[in-house]
Every structure is written in structure tokens, then in C-alpha cells.
């Protein structure tokens, strides 16, 4: 028998939605009614992977009749997030995961096992003052075999429009375009912003006693003593990586500790 992989199970997740229709007697500071809209958004498209693994699950609405009842697809993509303990996403925590659970929830479908996030845009408006923090510019500037993909037959909001149509040549351009959605950002937050990212502790997925860094690897040595207004710790560095540590332990003795004084 193989022995079970250690670690958590990361879904890498991304969607694509239909918007709503509704009626309007302008193009600027319209604001819409209830009873103005005529179809309910839905979701269009999604496209995942497993971190550690090379199948792309996808899945959109081309052979619906009725392109706004996405109930199948749901289905699909409750399974998969109720099996991940981590979901990776670009802006994720505040677009893709709200309109999941929406459609969910409209649905009359019980929420997937709570997973934890990776929000790559929130980790680049953490740690940068980059130019933009849209997937497109970040991936065509750091990413060297997945980028986003612009160069389209159908582009801007002509693709969702056909893809609404029923156009299957559009559905096959809407698939291209959210696996590399998908590939593109794995590639931006295992070979760039892994290494930034502070929100998850790998090693308490892992059973063994060494510390496991994000990356797997668990070769990390002693890098240098951290200090703050509490107190010195042993900082740690991943030699994979390169990814910075901090040691439990407070190094300070017992007596220096009660010494200290926090200024009011």
C-alpha cells in the first residue's frame, strides 16, 4: 500500500459568468431597479486544478438549453471545493468564491467543507506597489510559459455575447482562455508570490516534526535572530525557496521578559 501524500489539498479555481440583462435608458449613472432586469447573472464556465497535478477539470454551459441554468456545473463545482483545503484564486475571496456560494445558495445547494483562501491579489497589494495587480500585467511580467491570455478571435465582451448566442466556436475560445487562467496563475504564485505569503502555515498539514515550508520542501535552516517590541526569535530561512521564518520560542529569559515596559 502507498503511503497517503502529506499536506493539503489545493484547488487552483477560476470562473467565468453571464451577466445580467436589464433595461436601462442610458450608458452612465444608471441606477438599475429591481423590476428593470430581465435575466439573473449565472456562472458561464469554471476551469480548476489540483496544485500537485496536471488534469484541468473544466466545465461550461455550451450544450444547455438554457444557458442561465447552471445547476449541472454547480454540482461539478461543489465537489471540488468540498474536497480542497485550500482554494487558490486571483481576487477570489471577494468575487469568485461570493458568486459560488450565491448561486449555491439560489441553487437550494448545502455549502462545500470550508476551505481555507489563497488570494494571489491580495498578496501583491500586500507586499507591492506594482504597476497593476490585474492577472494580465502581473503574469506578462513575471511569468515566462503561462501568461493570460489576450490575443482572442473574440475580444473584450464580444466573447461572453457569443458565448451567450450559443456560438460554439466561442465556447471552444472561452475554454482556451479559462485554462490559462488557471495555468497562468499557478505559475505566478508557485515560481513568484509562494515565497510572499504568510497567511498559511504549511506544517500543520504535514505530520512530521520538521517545519515544512509552502513549498514542500523541508530544508530550512537557522537565518539570522528576529526582534520585535515583545521580544528575539530564531528566524529561519527555506533553502528551496526562500522563504523567511519565525521560531516559536520567545529567546529572551524569563527575567529581561518581565523587565519590559510598553510605552502608553
Known sequence: MSKKKQGPKILILDIETIPLTAYTWGLFDQNIA??????????????AKWLDDKHIFYMDQRKEKNIRNDKKLLKALWKLMDESDIILTQNGISFDIKKINARFLLNGMNPP????QIDTLRIMRKNFALTSNKLEFAT????????KLTNRKYSGFTLWSECMKGNQSAFKEL???NKY???SLQELYVDHL????????FSV??????PVCSCGSTKIHKHQI??????????YKCQNCGSVFKGGPNLLSKEKKKSLLKKL
Do not use: H, M
Open 34 to 47: 429591481l423590476n428593470q432586469i430581465k435575466d439573473e447573472w449565472a456562472i458561464l464556465s469554471f476551469a
Open 113 to 116: 467543507s470550508p476551505s481555507r
Open 140 to 147: 506578462k511580467a513575471l511569468c515566462k510559459k503561462y501568461k
Open 175 to 177: 475554454e482556451v482562455y
Open 181 to 183: 487562467d488557471i495555468l
Open 194 to 201: 509562494r515565497k510572499w505569503d504568510t497567511s498559511i502555515n
Open 205 to 210: 498539514y504535514n505530520d512530521s516534526n520538521k
Open 226 to 235: 528576529y526582534t520585535n517590541n515583545i521580544g528575539r526569535f530564531q528566524k
